[in-house]
């Protein structure tokens, strides 16, 4: 289990937790007493008292409905008591970066190196589609001459296992030879000196506020914005380099 994951079912462990001493006055209550009533009430829990969102409410249940169908499973309980709840997202438009706050982002002089580093990461990812455990994993032997002379990313995405074949854009290509010699590459053989995402998105909330660019910056923005402002620019800079 990933790090991250098992921090969200920590949380949402002790969110149960609080709510059944809130509920029932206790610290516990047996599998057998959980019905729909408590996936209701948890939720308005979620809602009021832990301010969450309506999507990140029901994100919390359906971490819990995932322990209460291994309990199924394992025949602690006979069936699912949260079956009837059904909780539905609120659909969120989620808008990649513009040009200008990309070449914000970019023109930008940091006083710090960490924040340097991880903004160069981001803007790689922009321009490459990359997912953070992709660009954390990437190799130089992973970077092979393609077909039209120039440079492309040749592997596997670890999520999916399919092949990634991507052409690299001048200023991905940039941003590579700015860290060939950092020592943290030297010593992980990685392409760039890639954080934890944790601290990445804690480094790009820092600079969003020191940017001041309006949306949040974490790594699936970067891949959004690579979707749906760079891939466009993409295919015509494969188009160029074929002329």
């Known amino acids: 289990m990933f790090k991250g994951t098992h921090t969200r079912y920590v949380t949402a462990r002790s969110h149960v937790g609080d709510f059944i001493k809130v509920q029932y006055g206790r610290d516990d209550i047996e599998f ?6 408590f996936a209701k009430n948890y939720y308005m829990y ?24 291994r309990a199924v499973a394992k025949d602690l309980i006979t069936k ?14 989620k808008q990649p970066l513009t040009r200008l706050e990309l070449k914000r982002l970019g023109d930008f002089v940091f006083d710090s190196d960490r924040l340097d580093v991880v903004r160069d990461i981001f803007i790689f990812q922009c321009y490459t589609g990359l ?4 660009v954390y994993q990437l190799k130089w032997e992973d ?39 950092d020592p943290i590459c030297i010593q992980r053989r990685s392409v760039l000196p890639v954080r934890s995402n944790q601290k990445m998105n804690e480094y790009l909330k820092e600079i969003t506020e020191v940017c001041e ?5 974490n790594t699936h923005k970067a891949r ?14 494969m188009l160029l380099r074929k002329c």
Not at 213 to 217: A, E, H, P, Q
Request: proline fraction near 3%; charged fraction near 25%.
């Open 80 to 93: 699912d008591p949260f079956k009837l709840f059904i909780g539905k997202k609120t659909k969120v438009r």
């Open 46 to 69: 979620l809602r009021t008292v832990r301010n969450c969102s309506n999507n990140m409410a029901i994100k919390y249940i359906s971490n819990f409905k995932k322990i209460i169908l």
């Open 224 to 237: 959004r914005t690579f979707a749906q402002s760079h891939l466009i620019m993409v295919f015509l800079f």
């Open 143 to 181: 970077i092979k001459d393609g077909n039209d002379g120039g440079l492309w990313i040749m592997s596997s995405r670890q999520k999916s296992k399919s092949q990634t074949d991507i052409p690299l854009l001048p200023k991905a290509v940039e941003i590579m030879a700015k860290y060939k010699n």
């Open 213 to 217: 660019i309006s949306t949040k910056l």
């Open 32 to 37: 057998s007493a959980l019905n729909y009533e």
């Open 131 to 134: 997912a953070y455990i992709d």
